[in-house]
């Protein structure tokens, strides 16, 4: 069974840093594009970041030059380094990857983590 295993959210003060990590395991044949959203209270879950299985980006505009997000292939694991982090970056932030099962007729499908609490606040 595929599984994102999620770390590294927690409380930092505006201005701080945080590093997430999301490891994929399990059966798997192929992963493709990985990313990052995130869900403040009372609003939509949105997209952060997403890197392609060749290191092609994007960003959200709220985060771009503050977020980077990268991947090891090697390891089927996405990080998000989040430097200056502001009050209105707090939320749950889920990881996601796009991931082939191995397996005869297996075929692409969305996983997502469980989710983990990032809280910016003095």
């Known amino acids: 069974q595929v599984q994102l295993v999620e770390s590294g959210g927690g409380l930092v003060q505006p201005g701080g840093s945080l590093r997430l990590s999301c490891a994929a395991s399990g059966s798997i044949f192929s992963i493709q594009a990985m990313g990052w959203y995130r869900q403040a209270r009372g609003k939509q879950r949105e997209l952060v970041a997403t890197?392609?299985?060749?290191?092609?980006?994007n960003y959200a505009d709220s985060v771009k030059g503050r977020f980077t997000i990268s991947r090891d292939n090697a390891k089927n694991t996405v990080y998000l380094q989040m430097d200056s982090l502001k009050p209105e970056d707090t939320g749950v932030y889920y990881c996601n990857a796009d991931i082939i099962p191995a397996g005869i007729y297996s075929y692409l499908s969305s996983y997502w983590g469980q989710g983990t609490q990032v809280t910016v606040s003095s």
């Open positions: 890197i392609t299985s060749g290191g092609s980006t």
